[in-house]
């Protein structure tokens, strides 16, 4: 793809989308997350080969929210393999909210809805529960390749007040006999998950290796197995964008996947990893500026894989 082309449509696609930046609201549900300026917006783009383009509130950091599950996909596939997973997760969109019980019949119905990220924290290995974590941390800043991604303790704070559903969720599953372990153990560390505190640019490196087959972008070291990052950008294209996904796939038309505190992350395979972030939500809690622009960019540069 030409740079300059992708970096000038980029800028007019921003500036085609100002008047979306006052609509829509931020969450509430979870009080920290209103603690932000509404009107903040980043974008970052990292191209397979590198080259990078950053535009706004690029080095403000927000919570990760639900674009944590992917991490969370990807390490419970390492560490248990695809047919263990996939024996305890579904792999279909659902048509209800990210934290209806009705995600859950004899197993959660995807691995981005609530249910069925709590059963991939489940999976994650460790001695306990604070190896577990660390390994998630780790994993996270050598995707994005910054050590300097954080823990927001303030957003896990409020939203382990507020997490009754999930802790419904973490029975359900629970009784169903997808895990046998303690809530401190699983819930807690699904909450923590989603707190740590990325920038966009974090999310574009970790998306551009995804887009780059797994492999580091400067060593070429094979970072996530190829196997599964084409699992992965699967969920994310038919699941990613919570019960909306099917509609933005055939307006946007590549792998995504949002979180309620603003962020989206984008993977166009072979070309390039993108994360918008913009705090005020749809009526089903994507980012709305977010979505605006992704739709832009796609419909511009022909990014759609059916295009």
């Given at each position: 793809?030409?740079?300059?082309?992708?970096?000038?449509?980029?800028?007019?696609?921003?500036?085609?989308?100002?008047?979306?930046?006052?609509?829509?609201?931020?969450?509430?549900?979870?009080?920290?997350?209103?603690?932000?300026?509404?009107?903040?917006?980043?974008?970052?783009?990292?191209?397979?080969?590198?080259?990078?383009?950053?535009?706004?509130?690029?080095?403000?950091?927000?919570?990760?929210?639900?674009?944590?599950?992917?991490?969370?996909?990807?390490?419970?596939?390492?560490?248990?393999?695809?047919?263990?997973?996939?024996?305890?997760?579904?792999?279909?969109?659902?048509?209800?909210?990210?934290?209806?019980?009705?995600?859950?019949?004899?197993?959660?119905?995807?691995?981005?809805?609530?249910?069925?990220?709590?059963?991939?924290?489940?999976?994650?290995?460790?001695?306990?529960?604070?190896?577990?974590?660390?390994?998630?941390?780790?994993?996270?800043?050598?995707?994005?390749?910054?050590?300097?991604?954080?823990?927001?303790?303030?957003?896990?704070?409020?939203?382990?007040?507020?997490?009754?559903?999930?802790?419904?969720?973490?029975?359900?599953?629970?009784?169903?006999?997808?895990?046998?372990?303690?809530?401190?153990?699983?819930?807690?560390?699904?909450?923590?998950?989603?707190?740590?505190?990325?920038?966009?640019?974090?999310?574009?490196?970790?998306?551009?290796?995804?887009?780059?087959?797994?492999?580091?972008?400067?060593?070429?070291?094979?970072?996530?197995?190829?196997?599964?990052?084409?699992?992965?950008?699967?969920?994310?294209?038919?699941?990613?964008?919570?019960?909306?996904?099917?509609?933005?796939?055939?307006?946007?038309?590549?792998?995504?996947?949002?979180?309620?505190?603003?962020?989206?992350?984008?993977?166009?395979?072979?070309?390039?990893?993108?994360?918008?972030?913009?705090?005020?939500?749809?009526?089903?809690?994507?980012?709305?500026?977010?979505?605006?622009?992704?739709?832009?960019?796609?419909?511009?540069?022909?990014?759609s894989l059916f295009a």
């Amino acid at each position: 793809m030409d740079f300059k082309l992708l970096n000038e449509t980029v800028e007019r696609v921003i500036e085609s989308t100002e008047e979306f930046k006052t609509e829509g609201n931020v969450a509430t549900y979870i009080p920290e997350l209103a603690n932000v300026d509404e009107n903040n917006f980043g974008l970052a783009i990292v191209t397979v080969d590198g080259k990078t383009i950053l535009k706004g509130d690029t080095e403000l950091r927000f919570s990760m929210q639900s674009i944590s599950k992917v991490i969370s996909l990807i390490m419970a596939l390492e560490d248990n393999g695809t047919d263990y997973v996939f024996e305890r997760i579904g792999c279909e969109c659902s048509p209800y909210a990210f934290n209806h019980v009705n995600t859950i019949t004899t197993k959660a119905a995807n691995p981005f809805v609530n249910a069925g990220a709590i059963s991939t924290t489940a999976m994650i290995k460790g001695r306990d529960k604070e190896e577990k974590f660390q390994r998630f941390m780790d994993r996270i800043k050598k995707l994005s390749g910054d050590q300097g991604v954080t823990f927001l303790e303030k957003v896990y704070n409020s939203e382990m007040e507020t997490t009754d559903t999930n802790r419904a969720l973490f029975y359900i599953l629970r009784s169903k006999g997808i895990f046998d372990l303690e809530m401190d153990d699983v819930l807690n560390r699904y909450v923590a998950g989603c707190s740590v505190g990325v920038n966009v640019v974090n999310l574009a490196k970790i998306a551009a290796v995804l887009a780059n087959g797994g492999k580091c972008l400067e060593t070429g070291d094979q970072l996530v197995e190829e196997d599964y990052v084409k699992i992965t950008l699967a969920q994310m294209f038919t699941s990613g964008m919570y019960e909306e996904s099917g509609k933005y796939q055939m307006t946007i038309g590549f792998p995504l996947k949002s979180g309620v505190s603003g962020g989206i992350m984008g993977v166009v395979p072979g070309k390039f990893g993108i994360c918008t972030y913009s705090p005020r939500l749809d009526a089903t809690g994507n980012s709305l500026r977010g979505i605006k622009v992704l739709e832009g960019l796609s419909k511009e540069l022909g990014l759609s894989l059916f295009a």
